[in-house]
């Protein structure tokens, strides 16, 4: 099994909303990572985490809340978002997070986020 | 820094050849490929790390040229499922272990 999920596909939420995104791999990876990707752009790294524990926050703002409950989920909570919020919220997960050979990352399709 | 692609966007026909740069203003020590077709996830190419090594794979093919802080992809004899934007990602070096994604290059395949 080489896929990542994602859920919900697609969430409108308005700015006093609290909502959860979910992402789940079954490789066995120790990495995984939250992207924001808004339209035409690249990805941009939020967090990262490795073996359950946060090793990278990119300065993001503290409305988004990320958590690993396990080796094989992720979460990014979400409160009192603003509309420029609104983008692709991409999970990524890899063997490790040395970016070595062999150390591709594998993404999920991706929850697209309107915030009202 | 964001790595730098050229060109932004290119099209081209079924069959025609094209080059993609990334150019980065920090040294490098691996430089990942990955295609977005519209509406969808990113997908992984190919990785090249610090050494110069040149890649390949059917008729898509890398290098990396580390003096240079720059890749290249190379797409032969393109096909129409080639189609997609093309991002290259970057590391820095050890202990700074994350990608940084490139501006991305759009690239169109006509029949």
């Known amino acids: 099994d080489t896929e990542v999920t994602q859920t919900p596909k697609h969430l409108v939420m308005g700015m006093t909303n609290k909502k959860s995104l979910k992402c789940e791999q079954h490789m066995g990876h120790r990495a995984m990572y939250w992207y924001k990707q808004k339209a035409k752009k690249p990805p941009e790294l939020m967090f990262v985490?490795?073996?359950?524990?946060?090793?990278i926050n990119e300065s993001v703002p503290s409305r988004f809340s990320p958590e690993c409950p396990n080796s094989s989920l992720l979460n990014l909570h979400l409160h009192a978002l603003q509309p420029e919020d609104s983008a692709l919220y991409l999970c990524?997960?890899?063997?490790?997070?040395?970016?070595?050979?062999?150390?591709?990352?594998?993404f999920g399709p991706g929850t697209r986020l309107t915030v009202l | 820094q964001q790595p730098v692609q050229s060109p932004q966007a290119v099209i081209l026909r079924e069959g025609e050849d094209a080059v993609i740069n990334c150019s980065s203003s920090?040294?490098?020590?691996?430089v990942h490929w990955y295609r977005q077709k519209h509406g969808e996830a990113p997908v992984f190419l190919m990785i090249l790390l610090k050494g110069g090594e040149q890649k390949g794979h059917d008729k898509i093919s890398a290098s990396f040229n580390e003096k240079k802080q720059q890749s290249s992809l190379y797409l032969t004899a393109s096909q129409l499922s080639y189609s997609g934007t093309y991002f290259c990602?970057?590391?820095?070096?050890?202990?700074?272990?994350?990608?940084?994604f490139g501006t991305g290059t759009r690239l169109t395949i006509i029949p």
């Open positions: 985490y490795s073996y359950e524990k946060l090793s």
């Open positions: 990602g970057t590391e820095p070096g050890f202990g700074n272990e994350k990608l940084t």
């Open positions: 920090k040294a490098l020590y691996s």
């Open positions: 990524a997960s890899s063997q490790e997070q040395w970016q070595g050979a062999d150390n591709e990352q594998f």
